[in-house]
């Protein structure tokens, strides 16, 4: 079935607003996705209410619920993969780079710190009905643009289930299966990374590359059980030999799965049905930093990464921010997300992101950038790994691509083959032109959906409430200034402590998993380290937030010299400066843009040496379940926060206002 833009989009003239509520209805010319609601009737509004209206844990404690998640695909990088993958590189790189997958394997060398708390307070807010997050302020979700930004995975391409075609190809898969069970024989078969990798690495071997493929595919999920699996193989081969398959759908599938398997396990603390173990298999760190990328207010502060580096290098060893409620900060957080914040990395995706909103010419089939950008536009099914069939609905997120967002139309349950789901994936666009928005542009809502929204999810969710019942600490004090604190990595209004080392962690074979425990960032340290961390710790304290704004007033905290611990970049005296937390100005398709520099640059430096020097040295073994301190100790840099005292009244002042509303709404409720 052929396919044109007005089968995708709906134009049409509309009464606008913000989805933040601080706009008039102004009526324009919109562009939304489809398909779009008719009415709010029946399952319209009832698959949200429903969704919203499930218990939760009342107080927001996962250190005190009995869970237990093991991250199969949340891996750290050792020195043995990270070598492996810098020596094909030079032979492969081509290859690589044809098929789409060259900055997915090489964002593989990076080690993301897990932040449990922040993987728990979103996956809180999925809803598995819709493959979306329900935020107070509209829906969201993990597309298959995050997948190609975020993950390097391409979204084009042939089906993972594609079969080998010659002789020679399936001769290769023979041969890697019998590598896999020959020399595992005396070791019930059990196929790990580690033995893989020693098997392999250098080895010469006529079908290195294919191994090493193999290898890095099931580090990043597709494996049922975290071995090295033969249900791989045929991808790898076709990999090796230049042919494009479209992984982007497989991993996000995957990661679908897993977050509806976090939302159930989450659901059960409170009900009979309850799981303690579960295992997550896809690359979950993907969702921990679609979140840093668009939560500002849950970012740590990012690296400084070459322009042509993948987008996961900023977050290499980025240290998670220590957050007392996660559930109070992803509901207050409205004001902080950021729908497009890809327009930044423009030079690299220049179809997606264009400078000014326009109608593309589509000519042909063979320009993957347009297909790609339609692919993440049109509703389908994903096809998994192991035949798992997954919903995909960006016309319920149209705002995260710079489009308008209408009520959005359920769309019917898949009952078909995996076959019958990737014809429908990859059907044919016959469009002359496509719409594409302004790479600074946000969209907004309709009257009529604000009106849904408010009566299908808000008024199910007494929001005031919800803060009430959250468990209080002591009011946090403002500690005095610290030779070891960075204030630069604290956004603004955030009360600065001391921030130590985050310890990172291990991988390598089916052992090395990730696991979430009882706790946080701490968890992923070895036991022998000192389990009194200094954190970074956002303070709603509005007379704390008054002595920071009389500090900067007199020279304080924005005239201190702060040594801070960093990574080398380009070369050992290089230094990174501060990262800036600004607020980026909402625009309107059609109306009006954001001036250049309200986007964050692009991020310049090294990253090669760093990962090197920072995370390789005899002390950074880590342990099965934590990692390394030594790679980060020694190396320091002095910062200065460049927070405007106005910011900072401003912020104050919004804060007063949401106090004095807790303060009204606890007295009525007493």
Known sequence: MDESMLDIMNVRDDFMVSPVGDSKPSLRTAYFLKPLAKSFDGAISGVLSSSVSIPLPEVFEPEAWPLMFHFKGWRYPNKKWVEWVDTLQVKYQSVWKKVGIFEAIKS??????????????????????????????????????????????????????????????REVEKKLIHARREPWRRKKGKASLSAWMNLFVNSGSEIEHEAFIAT?????????????????????????????????PAVLASIYTDLSLFKKAI??????????????????????????????????????VG????????????????????????????????????????????????????LVPFETDSDKELISFVTCLRVSVLVGFKSTLKHYLPHRVAMQFGMDQDVPDCVPEFYGTEAIAWKNYCRTFSGRSLYVPARLSEGDVTTRYAKWWKQSVLSHQDFAKIILQQKRDPRPHLPKASTNGNDADVPP????????????????????????????????VPTEIPSKQCILTPCVSDENHKHVLEENKSGGMAQRSVKEE???????????????YENVKRTSPLTKLVAKDTIEPLLMGGFEDDFEDANWSNESRMSSEGASPSGTQGERYSCVSGTKVMDLEQRINRLETVIQKLKIAKLGHC
């Open 307 to 358: 322009v042509k580096d993948p987008v996961l290098f900023r977050w290499h060893k980025a240290r998670p921010l220590k957050i007392d409620n996660m559930r109070l900060a992803v509901d207050s957080a409205m004001e902080h997300f950021r729908w497009r914040p890809y327009a930044q990395y423009a030079g690299k995706f220049k179809v997606f992101y264009p400078e000014n909103e326009s």
């Open 216 to 248: 890095w595919l099931t580090m990043v999920g597709f494996s049922t059980n975290g071995l090295v699996s033969t249900s791989v193989f045929p991808i790898a081969v076709h990999l090796a030999r230049g042919n494009p398959l479209a992984l982007g």
């Open 566 to 580: 960093t990574y080398q970049l380009s070369s050992p005296s290089s230094s990174a400066c501060s990262a800036y």
């Open 108 to 169: 593989t060398k990076c080690c993301i710190v897990k932040d449990q708390n922040l993987c728990y307070g979103v996956a809180e807010k999925w809803c598995p009905e819709t493959n979306t997050f329900l935020f107070p302020w509209g829906e969201a979700t993990i597309t298959l643009e995050d997948m190609m930004v975020l993950g390097g995975y391409p979204i084009v391409g042939d089906p993972i289930f594609t079969p080998l075609q010659s002789q020679e190809m």
């Open 267 to 304: 659901v059960g603390v409170t009900g009979d049905k309850l799981e303690t173990e579960v295992t997550l298999k896809s690359p979950f760190y993907l969702v921990q930093i679609w979140v840093w990328e668009r939560f500002k207010n849950l970012q740590p502060q990012p690296r400084l």
């Open 493 to 524: 209004g955030f009360s600065p402590k001391h921030v130590s080392t985050v310890y990172l962690g291990k991988s390598g074979d089916e052992d090395d998993d990730s696991n979430t425990r009882k706790g946080n960032v701490d968890d992923d």
